[in-house]
């Protein structure tokens, strides 16, 4: 306790300094709009553009062919309709409660053993790489799954007792053969603000982030992977394995797995060599989703700005930031980054953010590893997810639910999870007596 | 706690593929859930959580949506075997009453007890019961009390208000030929003043207004975000900003109108049993509450549900019990295209020099605005043309018709020409070039 309460002088006063960073990617509002702000100080025409942007991320596409030819090509198999569909205001997806549930705001990666052509995850030969439950007319979805919790009770230091829930996933109603034996990683949608400040942090930051030497064994790597654009590999950021090296390649790779909308950086509609009906299914155009669009959707997500800390300098959110930061958990969830240059978008360049990330992948044990390696990432690695705006998760989705797969009920249930690399932390967090405890958690609920 | 990351380490590696594979092959669970194929238009907003609260109450089917704007509806219902589509649930009453005549609908396999047939002057439910509304929509004024305050001015109440000049480049009107709700709001004054003082004030209201088309810009981003003081909208999108936080209250105006959505099973529905089930849902108290949401904020179409909604909700029946709501939509439905036309050939399009005329007329001096004020005021059009079925269907079909086309684009012209020659004149009135 001696050297944690030493530690927790010391980066308290540094993560304290990360919490109050410029205000130029923030906007003041902890309302249910809070992630659907754009940055203060956009022209009438970037306004316009902001605005384009955020009709076609709301949009539900239609089946080809259509009037609506701007916005047809749904499919022929996808997920849902709409990109907002997985990022409800903005904000987190959530899981199935029950078997009974449809997966309205998840989806499950797939892969099998081995590696694609750009070193990414090989997929499935007849299911692909994303398990996609719909199918268009005349198109038979791939099926359905099923996902139950398996919950187990935990108890901490000061006699809490906590139950802790993980899922299991089953396959019905397959719709082409049997599946085997498979990898998979179910996933619920991200909140998407700040993605274009995170799009902005250079990759030699990133790089020099993880030659850092850290303490509690902690480590950090830089995913290397495959950009459709550039096509070269290159530093990863987006997604839960940082398998997406831009914000433009994580929304076209998202168009085409979710909702089988091709774009210039997809231009294949997304149909396996055995689902003959979804390769002679009619198109909306090639590619569905135009330059022009893309570029609006990447626009409106680039400057969505991040909501203000509240209660950022009360006692105990002072305190429990001190305890974060003691506690080691600002070693990956970093206060600070800077954002290098941003030829397209120049006014998020030479920020100061606070994103309480630092976009390295990291082994976080045994308790959260879906077996599916990415790229670089194994089955065990996962992206530090930033926090930014994570206080307002029950305001914007109106429950609370954490990690890749949403099996975390509280932030509580989310640090309980951490292992690997994150293990010691872990460890301290549950050690913690209660009141500090709270006060860490009352940071948190402040992002 | 460690006990949670290290017994089953070496299961827990494998867990997801081998639990996967192990859920393929052992079926546990009941016959799958059949499809309800449902047409609609809702955003995502709606469709989710009535998806989610049927799938609940119902579980033995599963909702599959087809997402088709009105006008692409028409196509897909008039197909063969309509789609595979059991229920078309949208807000487009022009394509009901359209599907009804060509025999699209059966009669609707539901109770509509509880459920009135109207809202004041205007009919909500097929009175042949092939069709019923299951919501309605109301309009009004979108107000920024900090934006009228901070430019000193005074609130407004009723449509008369609008016109004065003091809100000259405060208000934003959505373009009724852009917009798809704005046909209906333009018709309200039109029928609640009367023809001739009805298109007085909209030439007055448009002169104060700049208009927002469907670049993906709401009345309520511009009210809300403080660049306009007040705008003129359908209810639930600014009823929506509301609930959630906008700094923006909604006025709805002593004599408004309701735009209803509907819901029918199709003629062809493959799954007869589930499309009840689903059209049961959506008009039950449970569905009728989901409207509710503050990301929905529609009105209920069932009056008791009212008494369990959040304070303050608009009740249109109770409003219209009091005497508003007098707006006739079976009138409003058949004409609301060409009078959107209209409007923008008198309005949208000479816009700046409408605002020019408006401004030079409100300094000149008591001759000149008796001589000028009509020329700016007249109606483009004659209400019997906007009454005119044959003119009304040409503008129903002009996407699809070249013949409707070449028509409604004629009048178009006659229209344009007939308001350049009055503001032409007006011009030379007020000494404007």
Redesign the interface.
């Known amino acids: 306790m001696r050297r944690l309460g030493f530690l927790l002088l010391m980066c308290g006063v540094l993560a304290g300094a990360g919490a109050r960073a410029s205000a130029d990617w923030q906007v003041a509002d902890a309302g249910r709009e809070a992630f659907a702000r754009p940055l203060d100080g956009l022209s009438d025409a970037e306004r316009e553009r902001f605005f384009r942007g955020r009709s076609l991320f709301n949009q539900s596409w239609v089946v080809a062919p259509a009037k609506d030819d701007q916005v047809d090509g749904l499919g022929p198999l996808y997920n849902r309709l709409a990109c907002i569909s997985c990022h409800a205001r903005n904000g987190r997806g959530l899981p199935p409660e029950g078997a009974d549930e449809r997966m309205q705001s998840m989806l499950v990666r797939l892969s099998v053993a081995g590696r694609s052509l750009h070193g990414g995850p090989r997929p499935h030969p007849a299911y692909g790489d994303q398990f996609n439950e719909e199918g268009i007319p005349g198109v038979r979805g791939e099926g359905r799954i099923r996902l139950s919790w398996i919950e187990s009770k935990h108890r901490l230091a000061d006699g809490e007792v906590v139950s802790l829930r993980r899922p299991r996933l089953a396959f019905t109603e397959l719709g082409y053969g049997a599946i085997g034996k498979v990898q998979t990683s179910p996933r619920v949608g991200q909140q998407v603000v700040g993605m274009g400040l995170l799009d902005a942090v250079s990759a030699q930051t990133l790089e020099t982030l993880a030659a850092e030497r850290k303490p509690d064994g902690v480590k950090g790597r830089v995913n290397r992977v495959w950009n459709p654009e550039s096509a070269a590999l290159e530093a990863g950021r987006f997604g839960y394995k940082a398998n997406m090296p831009t914000l433009r390649a994580q929304l076209a790779g998202a168009f085409l797995g979710d909702l089988g909308i091709t774009s210039d950086l997809h231009p294949i509609e997304n149909c396996t060599a055995v689902q003959a009906a979804c390769r002679q299914a009619p198109n909306g155009g090639t590619p569905e989703l135009s330059a022009r669009q893309l570029d609006d959707v990447e626009f409106y997500l680039a400057h969505l700005a991040v909501p203000v800390r509240r209660n950022a300098d009360s006692d105990v959110v002072r305190r429990g930031e001190a305890l974060f930061a003691a506690s080691g958990c600002a070693q990956c969830h970093r206060p600070n980054l800077s954002t290098g240059t941003s030829p397209r978008f120049p006014r998020l360049a030479g920020q100061t953010i606070a994103p309480y990330t630092d976009l390295l992948i990291h082994d976080m044990g045994p308790g959260l590893a879906d077996g599916r390696p990415d790229f670089a990432a194994s089955g065990r690695e996962w992206r530090t997810p930033p926090l930014w705006g994570i206080g307002l998760t029950q305001t914007i989705s109106e429950q609370q639910r954490y990690l890749h797969d949403g099996r975390a009920r509280s932030l509580s249930e989310a640090i309980l999870w951490h292992g690997g690399e994150a293990k010691v932390a872990r460890r301290r967090f549950a050690a913690l007596p209660t009141q500090q405890r709270r006060a860490l958690l009352a940071f948190l609920e402040s992002l | ?5 290290k017994p ?2 070496r299961a ?18 009941a016959a ?1 859930a059949k499809d309800v194929v449902v047409l609609t ?1 809702y ?3 709606v ?2 959580r009535f ?2 609260a049927f ?2 109450a119902w ?1 033995q089917y ?1 909702l ?6 009105p ?2 509806a028409l ?1 897909t219902l008039r197909q063969a075997g309509q ?2 589509v059991d229920v078309y649930w949208s807000a487009s009453p022009k394509t009901y009453a359209q599907l009804k005549d060509e025999h699209a609908f059966r009669k609707l396999p539901v109770s509509l007890e509880g459920l009135p047939g109207r809202v004041g002057g205007s009919v909500i439910n097929d009175p042949d019961g092939f069709y019923a509304a299951s919501e309605v929509a109301g309009y009004g004024f979108a107000v920024n009390p900090a934006y009228l305050h901070r430019h000193q001015l005074p609130p407004v109440a009723d449509w008369s208000d609008l016109a004065d000049p003091v809100y000259a480049g405060h208000l934003a009107v959505p373009d009724p030929v852009e917009v798809g709700f704005a046909p209906v709001l333009v018709d309200i004054p039109l029928q609640a003043y009367g023809w001739d003082i009805g298109w007085a004030l909209w030439s007055a209201i448009a002169a104060n207004a700049a208009f927002t088309g469907r ?4 009345v309520s ?1 511009e009210i809300g975000g403080g660049r306009k003081g007040i705008g003129l909208s359908i209810d639930f999108f600014v009823a929506s ?1 509301v609930a ?3 700094p923006v209250e909604f006025i709805y105006p002593r004599q408004g109108g309701v735009n209803p959505a509907h819901i029918a099973v199709t003629a062809g529905s493959p799954n007869p049993e589930g499309a009840k089930a689903f059209v049961d849902f959506v008009l039950s108290d449970a569905g009728q509450k989901i409207l509710a949401h ?2 929905i904020r529609k009105l209920p179409v069932r009056p008791s549900v009212y008494a369990g909604l959040p304070a303050g909700y608009h009740d249109p029946f109770a409003t219209a019990a009091r005497g508003g709501y007098l707006y006739d939509n079976a009138r409003g439905r058949g004409r609301a295209a060409p009078v959107a036309a209209a409007f923008g050939q008198a309005f949208v399009r000479p816009h700046a020099r409408l605002v020019e005329l408006w401004a030079r007329l409100h300094a000149a001096d008591g001759a000149t605005w008796n001589s000028v004020w009509p020329l700016l005021t007249a109606p483009p059009l004659k209400e019997s043309e906007a009454d005119d079925p044959a003119i009304q269907r040409a503008f129903f079909a002009r ?1 699809d018709d070249p013949a409707a086309e070449a028509l409604a684009a004629g009048l178009e012209q006659t229209w344009a020409s007939r308001v350049d020659a009055r503001y032409a004149k007006a011009a030379s009135l007020l000494g404007v070039a």
């Open positions: 706690m460690d006990s949670l990351h089953s380490r827990f590696v494998r867990a997801a593929g081998a639990l996967a594979a192990a859920g393929a092959s052992s079926r546990l669970w799958p238009a955003p995502d907003a469709v989710s998806e989610a799938e609940k579980p599963r599959r949506i087809v997402w088709r704007m006008h692409d196509p789609g595979g670049g993906g810009t709401f981003d900003a959630n936080g906008a503050p990301d996407r």
